[in-house]
């Protein structure tokens, strides 16, 4: 392991055991809110496996999924890394504490925070010629929210490339999902998370319980179908 993918470890094995230098007054709140070492492992390996040398992250929080996002670039080891992550909130509601764990990381060189909410910050990408290889989004849960995030990271991430959503196990992520899958042509990439997470739609003991991330292969060109076609989802 490089010298650089070493300090990523560290600062990731000491958040995972000892939880960040600072916390929201919310009971458990890191608990809660960040994803599970486990399922950042799986997105880092996933993101090596596809040889991702340019990813677009929403949500930052507490940054375990940016330092996965992180190492798997510090691995990967493209000519230009880049990792551009969309939140709104990391200083008025969580006091940098992610960014300041990812510069401690030493991956504020290859890392830029756009503190805007993704229904600003993608359209501006969009609107640079901005081109990933992947996305991770773990942004606003609403329905409309989602969607809006997914059309734009359509238009983001190149034909071909990965798109991974985290909370599928919420109706309304998996009802924005649903409707790419059916009339955009986007397919999960099954197993891809099978050893993560698994957690009850809507939290519904009675109901199944799925992977708590999903991944997703973009098709090979972007189409946009006639609306003729259209089929509920």
Do not use: N
């Not at 691995?75 to 969309?86: A, E, G, K, Q, Y």
């Not at 009850?200 to 799925?210: G, R």
């Amino acid at each position: 392991m490089s010298e650089r993918g070493a300090r990523v470890r560290e600062v990731r094995r000491r958040l995972a055991q000892d939880g960040p230098p600072w916390t929201r007054d919310h009971e458990l709140d890191f608990q809660t809110v960040t994803m599970p070492e486990r399922d950042c492992d799986l997105l880092r390996d996933l993101l090596i496996a596809d040889g991702a040398g340019t990813v677009v992250e929403v949500g930052l929080a507490y940054a375990s999924s940016a330092l996965a996002v992180g190492e798997a670039l510090v691995t990967v080891d493209p000519p230009h890394p880049r990792h551009v992550i969309v939140d709104p909130f990391q200083d008025q509601a969580y006091s940098d504490v992610g960014w300041d764990l990812l510069r401690a990381a030493g991956l504020d060189s290859v890392a830029t925070l756009m503190r805007s909410p993704s229904s600003v910050a993608l359209p501006e990408l969009v609107s640079e010629g901005f081109i990933a290889d992947a996305a991770f989004v773990d942004g606003s849960h609403r329905f409309h929210e989602v969607f809006v995030d997914l059309y734009f990271l359509r238009k983001i991430v190149r034909p071909g490339g990965l798109v991974v959503m985290d909370d599928d196990w919420t109706p309304s992520v998996r009802t924005a999902v649903r409707y790419y899958e059916r009339h955009l042509g986007w397919t999960a990439i099954p197993g891809a998370f099978a050893a993560g997470t698994l957690r009850h739609i809507a939290d519904d003991p009675a109901a199944e319980a799925v992977p708590r991330c999903r991944a997703l292969r973009l098709p090979d060109a972007l189409v946009e179908p006639p609306f003729t076609e259209f089929h509920p989802f």
